[in-house]
């Protein structure tokens, strides 16, 4: 097969010239390149005055979770069945706006790897995952009700052992509070930065990332110290607002650690809480000092959380976020595919359009480098290969 449009953008480096053909064969692309008369017509999938793009990766995501305004209690209220069920759709719903890879940082009953292998070996197509099962967090902490509750370095050290037996793709840590539960405010903390370490050290040692939720500066600090490879959110909270550390921030910034920022916002959805909503001009204006100093940031949706966050609203993210902390177009596109991959620990499989890797494609009309609102407007999806079917109930 041979996907044919006007345009690509590889994920790293516009390209010059157009009419571009990418060869897939086997889930893989095999090449690409500038297109030839010498194609056969049988074999050519025309997506037309279209960008070749790779699939959209959302590093932060909980499929468990409904968007609605209360997801913990509805949650609660189904058996695992049908929150399987609904976890699936949310799935779909993600895959058909392009979003090809979700990093699922927070499930119950380990759901989100049956979902992830349904999806590998089974006949649908869906996107692929990378799920954290229950993430850990201190007793009656931020969470504790996907039931992954630990405590002491030789404790965390157990749950992350418990998570490999399982067989997840990364391991998810609560370094802080959060607004779901409420023992621990978001800017508090919940772990120590030994217990970090020993999280840390014992994801490293089964060749798992970790991604350390983390709200507060002390967290932020100290997630930072045990070695975490992202940290989520960064929002540097404290009991009444924001406040960054002007030396915390340089040192995240010379650091190697991703930041992974849930920018992406459903817009017209129900607004953020009132002590939310004043600390976002903060937010970004620490995340922009972070940018310009060479800190590593993405794009997250923490999807499911709240009726703003519904499981396909990344590519919004892309659009109003990254742009607004200084990221050209051709940034917030790398930051959502290339760099993302390589905060998911993924970078040799996709996230670029380059032979030998699975062919994840998004085809959008016009050209996204030039407006990026453009990303909105879907032609087409591929996951390994195979053509995602359109989702018409699924809002952009």
Same mark, same amino acid.
């Given at each position: 097969m041979f996907l044919?449009?006007?345009?690509?953008?590889?994920?790293?480096?516009?390209?010059?010239?157009?009419?571009?053909?990418?060869?897939?064969?086997?889930?893989?692309?095999?090449?690409?390149?500038?297109?030839?008369?010498?194609?056969?017509?049988?074999?050519?999938?025309?997506?037309?005055?279209?960008?070749?793009?790779?699939?959209?990766i959302d590093v932060h995501q909980h499929l468990a979770f409904d968007a609605s305004h209360d997801p913990v209690a509805s949650l609660q209220s189904l058996d695992d069945t049908a929150l399987l069920r609904r976890m699936r759709l949310a799935a779909q719903r993600a895959l058909a706006v392009g979003i090809t890879t979700i990093r699922d940082l927070g499930d119950r009953g380990y759901l989100g790897l049956a979902l992830r292998d349904s999806f590998r070996s089974g006949p649908e197509v869906g996107p692929r995952i990378l799920a954290a099962g229950p993430p850990l967090t201190v007793p009656g902490g931020h969470c504790w009700f996907l039931g992954g509750e630990a405590e002491g370095p030789d404790g965390v050290r157990q749950a992350v052992r418990d998570r490999v037996a399982h067989g997840v793709d990364v391991i998810k840590i609560m370094?802080? &509070?959060?607004?779901?539960?409420?023992?621990?405010?978001?800017?508090?903390?919940?772990?120590?930065?030994?217990?970090?370490?020993?999280?840390? +050290?014992?994801?490293?040692?089964?060749?798992?990332?970790?991604?350390?939720?983390?709200?507060?500066?002390?967290?932020?600090?100290?997630?930072?110290?045990?070695?975490?490879?992202?940290?989520?959110?960064?929002? =540097?909270?404290?009991?009444?607002?924001? +406040?960054? +550390?002007?030396?915390?921030?340089?040192?995240?910034a010379r650091s190697d650690v991703a930041i992974c920022v849930d920018g992406a916002f459903l817009p017209g959805a129900d607004a953020p809480p009132a002590d939310i909503r004043q600390r976002v001009d903060a937010i970004?204006?620490?995340?922009?000092?972070? =940018?310009?100093? &060479?800190?590593?940031?993405?794009?997250?949706?923490?999807?499911?959380? &709240?009726?703003?966050?519904?499981?396909?609203?990344?590519?919004?993210?892309?659009?109003?976020?990254?742009?607004?902390?200084?990221?050209?177009?051709?940034?917030?596109?790398? !930051?959502?595919?290339?760099?993302?991959?390589?905060?998911?620990?993924? !970078?040799?499989?996709?996230?670029?359009?380059?032979p030998g890797k699975d062919a994840d494609i998004l085809a959008v009309a016009g050209n996204p480098l030039e407006d990026l609102t453009a990303i909105h407007d879907v032609i087409a999806v591929y996951t390994r290969g195979r053509q995602a079917r359109p989702d018409a109930s699924s809002p952009r």
């Amino acid at each position: 097969m041979f996907l044919t449009a006007r345009r690509l953008f590889d994920g790293r480096t516009p390209q010059a010239f157009d009419d571009w053909a990418i060869a897939v064969e086997g889930g893989r692309i095999v090449d690409l390149g500038r297109r030839t008369a010498s194609l056969s017509p049988a074999a050519v999938v025309d997506l037309g005055d279209a960008t070749l793009l790779p699939g959209l990766i959302d590093v932060h995501q909980h499929l468990a979770f409904d968007a609605s305004h209360d997801p913990v209690a509805s949650l609660q209220s189904l058996d695992d069945t049908a929150l399987l069920r609904r976890m699936r759709l949310a799935a779909q719903r993600a895959l058909a706006v392009g979003i090809t890879t979700i990093r699922d940082l927070g499930d119950r009953g380990y759901l989100g790897l049956a979902l992830r292998d349904s999806f590998r070996s089974g006949p649908e197509v869906g996107p692929r995952i990378l799920a954290a099962g229950p993430p850990l967090t201190v007793p009656g902490g931020h969470c504790w009700f996907l039931g992954g509750e630990a405590e002491g370095p030789d404790g965390v050290r157990q749950a992350v052992r418990d998570r490999v037996a399982h067989g997840v793709d990364v391991i998810k840590i609560m370094a802080t &509070g959060g607004v779901l539960t409420t023992r621990y405010g978001p800017h508090e903390s919940q772990y120590t930065r030994a217990e970090l370490a020993a999280a840390v +050290d014992e994801a490293h040692a089964h060749g798992l990332k970790l991604a350390a939720h983390a709200h507060g500066s002390r967290g932020i600090a100290d997630a930072l110290a045990a070695g975490a490879d992202s940290i989520e959110h960064c929002t =540097f909270f404290t009991a009444e607002g924001v +406040d960054a +550390d002007p030396e915390l921030l340089e040192r995240l910034a010379r650091s190697d650690v991703a930041i992974c920022v849930d920018g992406a916002f459903l817009p017209g959805a129900d607004a953020p809480p009132a002590d939310i909503r004043q600390r976002v001009d903060a937010i970004i204006n620490n995340h922009r000092t972070l =940018f310009r100093a &060479g800190g590593r940031i993405v794009c997250s949706s923490d999807a499911g959380v &709240g009726p703003s966050k519904p499981h396909h609203v990344l590519p919004h993210g892309v659009v109003a976020f990254l742009p607004t902390i200084g990221m050209t177009n051709a940034q917030a596109i790398t !930051a959502t595919t290339a760099v993302a991959a390589e905060v998911c620990g993924i !970078a040799d499989t996709v996230g670029t359009l380059e032979p030998g890797k699975d062919a994840d494609i998004l085809a959008v009309a016009g050209n996204p480098l030039e407006d990026l609102t453009a990303i909105h407007d879907v032609i087409a999806v591929y996951t390994r290969g195979r053509q995602a079917r359109p989702d018409a109930s699924s809002p952009r």
